[in-house]
């Protein structure tokens, strides 16, 4: 079942992050995809299947990292589906004594190409206060 097969790349992803493991954590991304995650720039340029980038993140954490995967839901129809879920990443930068947990939002697009379900688009998001702060509300939990 397709669901499954997609479920089981979104767990992989996350376990590769908490192995510290960049190469990992791109083997399930198409060579072209379009990313959109937390960091700057508003679009991130990207060969998705470069661990460069993902080595160069990984290299501002020090000590374990995590990434929980919450309320996955995966729709799938033919050769394309989309995954969303509520994530927790875990870790410690770099010079600071403590980590910090950030809940955020994922909606993956993927596509089903040579037998293989890839990530052709991968969207990440914290919601803002609305209260004209602009604040990013990064103290939200499921």
């Given amino acids: 079942m397709d669901t499954a097969e997609i479920r089981r790349v979104v767990l ?15 083997a ?8 959109y995650n937390l960091a700057p720039p508003l679009r ?7 661990p460069a980038p ?5 290299a501002t954490f020090q000590g374990p990292m995590s990434m929980e995967i919450h309320d996955l839901e995966v729709t799938a129809e033919g050769s394309v ?6 994530n927790r990443l875990t870790a410690t930068p770099v010079g600071q004594p403590e980590s910090f947990s950030l809940w955020f939002r994922v909606t993956l697009g993927l596509r089903k190409t040579d037998g293989r ?5 991968e969207h990440e998001s914290v919601p803002f206060e609305m209260d004209g702060s602009m604040r990013a509300s990064v103290a939200l939990q499921p």
């Fill in 54 to 58: 993902v080595e160069k993140w990984l």
């Fill in 44 to 50: 991130q340029p990207s060969a998705g299947d470069d």
């Fill in 81 to 86: 589906a989309f995954c969303t879920s509520l």
């Fill in 12 to 26: 992989e992803r996350a376990a590769a992050v908490a192995a510290k493991d960049a190469k990992a954590m791109v």
């Fill in 117 to 121: 379900w890839l990530v052709v688009h």
């Fill in 28 to 35: 399930h991304n198409a060579p072209a995809m379009i990313e």
